[in-house]
Each structure stands twice: as structure tokens, then as C-alpha cells.
């Protein structure tokens, strides 16, 4: 049982109490626990993203856990290959509901460049295995894209946008 103690293995709660819902979704949004999982170069800026320069930590996401069992939060950076696949999914069922996940960067979005004509080996979207709540694109995306997706994920959770989006003047 996580932090949404009533919840099944759905991410709909049995009973819904509109108040309640709403402190336990800020709570959520605010406090999320990544797994420690990395597949390949994106891990790398994940890994920069919880370091002092990016600093995760801001945003109460910066607790990586070593269990599935007590993370809320698949960050799938890298790429799937089918040989992991059955793992990543053991893993996500693994994680207590509510839980959501990640796809950073264009592997995980969809097999980016190792999508071709007769390629064997490699998902193509870890959308085909797990429900996807956040696409962050890039080869690799920056952590400041990490960053980014986490405010979107938090948007989806508690339906407010916790810090305005800076507008592009080019
Ligand atoms: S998207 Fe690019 S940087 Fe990320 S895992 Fe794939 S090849 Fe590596």
C-alpha cells in the first residue's frame, strides 16, 4: 500500500472525496519518488538533474528509490530493448498505485534512432508496454527538460501549474 493507501491497482480510487482527493493529489504532486532506473544515455542527464547545478531536490522528486516497491515514478530514460521489456513491466507492476511514468527521451518515446526498417532488438515507445503520462522529446533531452516534464506531471496530477511557463520571445 503507497501513498494512496485506498487505491486498488487502478489509478481510480474506490471511494472519491473531492476534498480529500484534492490535499492527497498536492501531496502527490509534491513529494514524488523516482525509481532508480536508467537504460542507457539519457540516464546520464537524469543523473545530472538530481546533481547541485539542476538540483531535483527542489521540486521534492529528488528521493530515488532503490525498490519498485516504494517508488510512485518510472523515469524510462533510454532505450527499451525487447530483451528488458518483461523486466521494465515487472517493475511497474511492482509500484504502488497512483504511479505514473516518464518517457524521456526519443528511445523511450519511440525507439529514436534505432527505429528502422528491420530492426530486431529495440520497443519501439514504451507506450507499448506501460501507460505513458509524460513524453519529454530530445536525443538526449537536457535536464532542464526532466525538470520540465516533472512541473507537466504535476499539472496532470493536482490540474494547476505550480510555476508559469516562460514564453519563448524568438
Ligand atoms: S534518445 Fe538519444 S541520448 Fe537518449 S538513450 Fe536514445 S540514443 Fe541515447
Known amino acids: 500500500m503507497g501513498k494512496g493507501g485506498f487505491y486498488l491497482e487502478t489509478k481510480d480510487p474506490i471511494i472519491k472525496f473531492a476534498v480529500v482527493e484534492k490535499i492527497l493529489n498536492l501531496a502527490r504532486a509534491n513529494s514524488l519518488w523516482p525509481m532508480t532506473f536508467g537504460l542507457a544515455c539519457c540516464a546520464i542527464e537524469m543523473m ?3 546533481m547541485a547545478r539542476f538540483d531535483i531536490d527542489r521540486f521534492g522528486a529528488g528521493i530515488f528509490r532503490a525498490s519498485p516497491r516504494q517508488s510512485d515514478l518510472m523515469i524510462v530514460s533510454g532505450t527499451v530493448t525487447k530483451k528488458m521489456a518483461p523486466t521494465l513491466v515487472t517493475l511497474y507492476e511492482q509500484m504502488p498505485s497512483p504511479k505514473w511514468v ?3 527521451g526519443n528511445c523511450a518515446i519511440s525507439g529514436g534512432p534505432f527505429a528502422f526498417e528491420g530492426q530486431y532488438n529495440v520497443v519501439e515507445g514504451v507506450d507499448l508496454l506501460v ?8 536525443c538526449p533531452p537536457r535536464p532542464e527538460g526532466l525538470l520540465e516534464g ?6 496532470k496530477i493536482t ?11 524568438w
Request: glycine content about 6%; hydrophobic content about 40%.
Open 131 to 138: 501507460p505513458v503520462d509524460v513524453y519529454i522529446p530530445g
Open 48 to 50: 545530472s538533474t538530481a
Open 159 to 169: 490540474g494547476t501549474r505550480r510555476f508559469p511557463t516562460v514564453e519563448q520571445k
Open 102 to 104: 516518464i518517457a524521456m
Open 150 to 155: 516533472l512541473m507537466k506531471l504535476e499539472e
